[in-house]
């Protein structure tokens, strides 16, 4: 029992220890700090209470701003704090503002005035725990001083101040010519733009184009920006543009047209035909080229061509074949091979008559650069003496044998000549027949002849 009671009076007696231990001095949470009353005291017993505030910049937020110290240990704090916004500055007159970062404690901005148009204080503003730091600047409209005067020349209007965007016009004394820009105004940096133009007596020479016409600006004399306008004659092509202008250097801007003789392009030849050189593809004015025959071709005429003023002259050559087709012979004649149909040059042939046609004359002609020689081969009908031919003996008509000789004209008709030797064949046939007949026939009788005794 005793244990029992010594055992709860320490516990007790730890429970109050606990209760009466200090706190040390708290550490503040982030963008916060002590109350100054608070920031002095390093120790705080049992029960102290603090409180805290927002640093420089930062304003609170929400949450409780005090601790309280129990048992050596600080109660949370539940106050947070966030940056202080500043706003707008307010607005610039032909200007704005840029802002880099934002518009809360510690950002930046600038103010820009428009073009022609210049400030006139700090470009620069910074948000502070009071709002933007400084004066708000302004801009105002860029001036000008009047520009000095240009020799030979003078400007208006005259002024003794200009404004942005203010313009003046210059103009030479007579004959001078105004080389530069006409006009000039007041720039945003306070100057005139552009450079300042000069007055020069300038003259360019007479535009004179060979080979070429002018039709348009004519004039005595010209001067300092004077155009003219060119074209070419017939048969020649424009090199360059057809109009120039008098530049300020006393020259012609872009240089005067110029006029060449027009080139002819690669030539297409005739059939069977080639040019000698195939790489050139443009030929000018007066040059020429040659064309020459293929393989197996003989040419004829003039094969060179001249090219004048983007034409080609006439082409005279024409390319023949050196080889020669199957000839045609005249009359009552042939081929010796009729099987060859294409004959190269030098080749010859020969034609024979045909049958009952003699030959007289040259039978052969010769192949020469795809023309046959002359034929002088002629066929004449065959001339032959008369054949006599026999027949059988029969009377006929006027006391006459059929058997009797019979002409044959070497000119007659072969079938009938063949028809009669047929016949003399056959009467001999029968007449060698009817001889073996009356033999036998007297044998026989020979056989029966009764015989005579003694």
Same mark, same amino acid.
Request: some cysteine; aromatic content about 8%.
């Given at each position: ?31 916060? @700090? ?7 005291? @390093?120790?705080?017993? %049992? ?17 409780? %701003? ?28 032909? $200007? ?153 250097? $006393? ?29 050139? @593809? ?110 059988? &003996? ?30 003399? &064949? ?27 005794? %003694?």
């Amino acid at each position: 029992m005793a244990v029992r009671y010594f055992s709860l009076l320490c516990c007790l007696g730890l429970a109050f220890t606990a209760q009466a231990q200090d706190c040390s001095r708290p550490i503040p949470g982030t963008n916060m @700090q002590l109350r100054e009353k608070d920031a002095e005291t @390093q120790e705080f017993p %049992p029960g102290s209470k603090v409180g805290f505030t927002c640093v420089i910049g930062y304003t609170p937020a929400g949450g409780s %701003p005090s601790s309280v110290c129990t048992g050596g240990v600080w109660t949370p704090v539940t106050l947070t704090c966030e940056r202080k916004s500043c706003g707008s500055p307010g607005d610039v007159l032909h $200007g704005h503002i840029e802002y880099h970062d934002g518009t809360e404690f510690g950002d930046t901005a600038e103010v820009i005035c428009d073009e022609g148009y210049k400030l006139v204080g700090r470009s620069q503003l910074s948000c502070g725990d009071q709002g933007w730091k400084g004066r708000l600047p302004v801009c105002e409209v860029t001036k000008c001083e009047p520009p000095p005067q240009i020799a030979d020349g003078v400007y208006y209007p005259e002024s003794e101040i200009y404004e942005y965007r203010e313009s003046i016009q210059y103009t030479c004394s007579k004959d001078f010519s105004l080389v530069g820009s006409k006009y000039r105004s007041c720039s945003g940096t306070g100057t005139f733009e552009p450079e300042a133009p000069t007055c020069s007596n300038i003259k360019c020479p007479n535009p004179e184009v060979e080979n070429g016409d002018r039709y348009g600006g004519y004039k005595p004399s010209y001067k300092y920006k004077d155009t003219v306008q060119h074209k070419c004659t017939t048969g020649y092509t424009p090199i360059g543009d057809d109009v120039s202008t008098c530049g300020p250097d $006393g020259k012609w801007s872009p240089p005067l047209l110029r006029c060449e003789p027009k080139n002819c392009s690669q030539p297409v030849g005739g059939s069977n035909m080639a040019l000698e050189d195939k790489t050139v @593809q443009i030929f000018p004015h007066g040059s020429s080229v040659t064309f020459v025959c293929k393989d197996d071709f003989v040419p004829e005429g003039n094969a060179v061509i001249k090219c004048m003023n983007g034409d080609w002259s006439r082409l005279e050559l024409t390319c023949k074949t050196k080889s020669c087709s199957q000839p045609v012979g005249g009359s009552n004649m042939a081929l010796e091979d009729k099987t060859v149909q294409i004959f190269p040059h030098g080749s010859s042939v020969t034609f024979a008559c045909i049958d009952d046609f003699d030959p007289e004359g040259n039978a052969v002609i010769k192949c020469m650069n795809g023309d046959w020689s002359r034929l002088e081969l002629t066929c004449k009908r065959t001339t032959k003496p008369p054949k006599t031919t026999k027949g059988p &003996v029969t009377v006929g008509p006027g006391g006459k044998g059929d058997g009797d000789d019979k002409t044959e004209s070497g000119g007659g008709n072969d079938t009938a000549r063949d028809a009669g030797i047929a016949l003399a &064949v056959v009467a001999l046939v029968v007449a060698v027949l009817v001889l073996v007949g009356i033999l036998r026939s007297k044998k026989k009788k020979q056989g029966k002849r009764p015989s005579v005794g %003694p």
